[in-house]
């Protein structure tokens, strides 16, 4: 019997003095993404964004900390929340499951990055916190 219940992720912009945002590569995909987890309808998305940034880079966030991007739609069936952290990261520490992160300017990456984060996720930061001039 197959499954017709939407796979909810949540994603979490993490950013440094600088706004580049922290992108990572876990080896099992394509292209650099934003850290992220799966959750089920009862977590609390923005708790899970708290989570996903201590366990992949030992960050330790504050929910009042975290701004409600948007919710993506990142293929069939699969929902992201997005979070923008708006504290910046200053030493991330990976856990041994990121074999690879990058520091990316979103207007121009230099690293390959999902269609999603490219075509809406990035568009949508730089159009919600500008950067300074």
Same mark, same amino acid.
């Given at each position: 019997?197959?499954?017709?219940? &939407? /796979? +909810?992720?949540?994603?979490?912009? *993490?950013?440094?003095?600088?706004? !580049?945002? $922290?992108?990572?590569? %876990? #080896?099992?995909?394509?292209?650099?993404?934003?850290?992220?987890?799966?959750?089920?309808?009862?977590?609390?998305?923005?708790?899970?964004?708290?989570?996903? &940034? /201590? +366990?992949?880079?030992?960050?330790? *966030?504050?929910?009042?900390?975290? !701004?409600? $991007?948007?919710?993506? %739609? #990142?293929?069939?069936?699969?929902?992201?929340?997005?979070?923008?952290?708006?504290?910046?990261?200053?030493?991330?520490?990976?856990?041994?499951?990121?074999?690879?992160?990058?520091?990316?300017?979103?207007?121009?990456?230099?690293?390959?990055?999902?269609? $999603?984060?490219?075509?809406?996720?990035?568009?949508?930061?730089?159009?919600?916190?500008?950067?300074?001039?």
């Amino acid at each position: 019997m197959s499954s017709t219940s &939407a /796979h +909810e992720l949540v994603a979490v912009v *993490l950013r440094d003095s600088s706004g !580049r945002i $922290l992108v990572i590569n %876990t #080896g099992d995909m394509p292209a650099f993404v934003l850290p992220f987890g799966a959750i089920d309808s009862e977590v609390d998305p923005a708790l899970a964004a708290i989570a996903i &940034a /201590h +366990e992949a880079i030992g960050m330790q *966030l504050e929910k009042k900390h975290l !701004r409600r $991007l948007g919710t993506y %739609t #990142g293929g069939p069936k699969t929902q992201m929340h997005v979070y923008l952290a708006q504290e910046t990261v200053t030493n991330p520490q990976p856990n041994e499951e990121i074999p690879e992160l990058a520091w990316v300017d979103p207007a121009a990456p230099d690293v390959d990055v999902a269609p $999603l984060l490219k075509d809406s996720v990035f568009p949508a930061v730089e159009k919600l916190d500008p950067p300074s001039a």
